[in-house]
């Protein structure tokens, strides 16, 4: 094969390499979009649901069980009801349950999920207080459990740890806020 034929197969399969590429990007989900943000007078859903989360329908799910997936949000903007669009799951084909607690840099915990189970995921959740409008660094902490663990009681059998971003803006309160 000559040098000029090596250069041009070379590039074609560059090419092809690229062309998958891009449309891969096009076509898998790109994160989706978080649910629609409640109206002032109604509360956000901060119930648990059963499949995987919207806009993620497509994304890989767990087939190794040795291995635990999950999906969070890692920007965090709150809602002017105070909701923070928390967008976590418990991928489909995990042996474990999962509770994820939300601090700020200061020690603060915002707040604590209930238990999620494998193929679960929440929305939304309101935190025990908001802090000044602004915006935080917040560690996301996901507690793992195996099935026959007491997440109250028990220790997690595993804890995976995620960083996000906090926004306030000036108009957010909490639902029967006296401020």
Known sequence: MTVAKKIVSTLLVAAVAVGIGLALALLLPQGGSPPPE?????????TLHTGRLPGYENAPQNTTPEYFWYLFNGSLATGKDGSLP???ENTPGNECVMRVRYTL????TLLTTPVIGAGEYLL????????AP???PVTVTILVY??????????????????AMLTVPQDAVLPNSTT
């Open 38 to 46: 409640p109206t002032p007078t109604e509360m956000a859903d901060t």
């Open 86 to 88: 928390l967008l976590l």
């Open 105 to 108: 840099a200061d020690g603060t």
């Open 124 to 131: 939304y959740a309101y935190p025990d207080s908001l802090p």
């Open 134 to 136: 602004g915006s935080y």
């Open 146 to 163: 195996h099935a026959e663990q007491d997440p109250v009681t028990d220790e997690p059998f595993a804890t995976y740890t995620e960083q």
